[in-house]
């Protein structure tokens, strides 16, 4: 069974706008928990750690499967 190649089309002010939304909605967020709820940066610390930590475990596990399988089944 032949593969029929796709076609991707990439809008680029779409990757803009959400890569400034990814990062800058984090920091407004972070802003308003710590003025208005009177929160600890500890707790937003953890938070971030946490998240890194999941994705570099995800991309391990990802490789280790690609490895096995010897082809890229999940798209991250």
């Known amino acids: 069974m032949t593969e029929i190649p796709q076609e991707i089309n990439i809008s680029f002010p779409g990757i803009i706008i959400s890569s400034?939304?990814?990062?800058?909605l984090p920091f407004?967020?972070?802003?308003?928990?710590?003025?208005y709820f009177y929160g600890k940066?500890?707790?937003i610390l953890i938070g971030i750690v946490g998240f890194i930590a999941s994705v570099a475990i995800e991309s391990i596990f990802l490789q280790i499967i690609e490895?096995?399988?010897?082809?890229?089944?999940f798209f991250t």
Not at 28 to 35: V, Y
């Open 20 to 24: 400034f939304l990814e990062i800058l």
């Open 28 to 35: 407004i967020l972070s802003f308003i928990w710590i003025k």
């Open 41 to 43: 940066i500890f707790c």
């Open 67 to 73: 490895w096995i399988v010897g082809r890229v089944i």
